[in-house]
């Protein structure tokens, strides 16, 4: 038997991904102990694995966030993303770093899977390998790496090729670091050299990327090329595949015959809460075109959505992605990391309207990757979306380059090559 730590902040949109990592390692015989907050201590069970909580200092309940954190409501752009990192991230990072050791100390450990923002992280990698277990970082998120090719990740820049390019993004590398991070990267060197009484090395928003391993849930076709990327990266596709499903359908589901092109919208399952963002941009933008709008609450009853709604819109509060992605045209999205490549698995071309948490860069990717449309914004007008989406049904690019990811996706390994990286790491790490 062998014993995996998982580790997670206590926010919805990082612990989901890392269930799906925790069941499947259950299931093929390993000892897993998941760390994270007491909220989700009953879906932690739920996977197979041991749930262990996060000390209070560390924990917090993310249903709402202004409330947990006194100070953050009002705060926006620049000065909110410090305020954000401070506080919610690094501060936690002294309790991760004693409750991590504490777990190791009680069981041992062969391995700690963590996410990105799982800041404790980084006083664990300050340590010697041989003082530590072996540490995999899980991308959930797109691959912030630092690169010479690349801007520093956050800012949903575009990579810009050539001497040019890397002169930029050395610039906005040393005004990330030092300007607009730098109080944040003195107080992370402060916390950790206190925590664990070594020095931080580097830029701590950097810090997991130094893993001995990183695993990375997506294909090299939508991630930037980096000419100095490390061998520690392994791209083994999506965790989360769309599963086949059996519930019932919307009586209206026998309208998405092919006789009219299929727009989904969605703003998934968190961030759905203000149907002004996207949602009702999407179905005011589409109302007299000859479409078919396919709308998804997340859950949200039917009730609050626009009233009336226009003649060409169908809606439901969860629909069915193996079954409708094979008939959808285009997918308007809020970005969401697992979203977008469901879309991609399918073959579905894009619209995108994100630049929140990680979806700045999500959204560039997106638009990078050829495979839609991005409008760089959290709330586009209805003219946006209805340019942007007529000129993805008109162009066949973008379905032709999401149908090239979605066989790259098929052909990954997801979970299974998560597994393959851990045995390269510990020997004795070999299901049972």
Not at 376 to 404: H, I, M, Q
């Amino acid at each position: 038997m062998n014993s995996i730590l998982i580790c997670s902040t206590p926010v919805h949109g990082h612990v989901t991904p890392l269930l799906a990592v925790s069941r499947y390692l259950a299931q093929q015989g390993h000892r897993v102990r998941f760390m994270t907050g007491r909220r989700y201590a009953d879906a932690v069970r739920s996977t197979g694995a041991e749930f262990v909580a996060l000390p209070d200092e560390a924990d917090f309940d993310d249903s709402d966030m202004n409330a947990a954190f006194p100070g953050k409501a009002g705060k926006s752009g620049v000065a909110g993303i410090r305020w954000d990192v401070s506080n919610i991230f690094l501060k936690p990072a002294p309790a991760q770093i004693r409750a991590v050791d504490e777990a190791i100390k009680q069981e041992q450990v062969d391995v700690i899977l963590i996410e990105n923002m799982f800041i404790g992280a980084v006083g664990l990698l300050a340590r010697p390998r041989e003082e530590r277990p072996a540490i995999v970082n899980l991308g959930i998120i797109p691959l912030g790496v630092e690169s010479v090719d690349t801007a520093p990740f956050g800012l949903g820049i575009l990579p810009k090729p050539g001497v040019l390019g890397r002169i930029r993004n050395a610039a906005l590398g040393m005004l990330t670091e030092k300007l607009i991070f730098g109080g944040v990267q003195r107080q992370a060197e402060k916390i950790i050299l206190d925590a664990t009484g070594k020095k931080l090395d580097g830029f701590f928003m950097a810090g997991a990327s130094r893993a001995d391993a990183i695993v990375q849930f997506t294909v090299p076709g939508f991630e930037y090329d980096r000419s100095d990327l490390p061998d520690t990266v392994h791209f083994v596709g999506p965790m989360s595949r769309v599963t086949k499903s059996d519930g019932e359908l919307p009586e209206w589901w026998s309208e998405l015959d092919g006789s009219r092109p299929v727009v989904h919208v969605s703003q998934g399952t968190i961030a759905n809460t203000d149907y002004d963002e996207l949602i009702t941009p999407t179905i005011t933008a589409l109302a007299d075109d000859d479409v078919l709008v396919v709308v998804s609450t997340g859950g949200r009853p039917l009730s609050t959505l626009p009233s009336p709604l226009p003649a060409n819109v169908r809606a439901a509060e969860y629909l069915p992605h193996d079954r409708l992605l094979p008939l959808t045209d285009v997918y308007v999205s809020n970005g969401g990391y697992g979203g977008v490549h469901y879309a991609l698995e399918h073959g579905v071309p894009l619209v995108v309207a994100g630049m929140t948490e990680d979806k700045a860069e999500v959204s560039a990717r997106v638009q990078w990757a050829g495979v839609g449309v991005n409008l760089r914004t959290n709330k586009p007008t209805p003219d946006a979306v209805g340019v942007a989406v007529r000129r993805v049904l008109a162009d066949p690019s973008y379905a032709e380059r999401s149908r090239a990811l979605g066989k790259e996706i098929a052909a990954s390994s997801g979970l299974a090559g998560l597994e393959a990286v851990l045995e390269t790491l510990t020997p004795k790490l070999v299901s049972e």
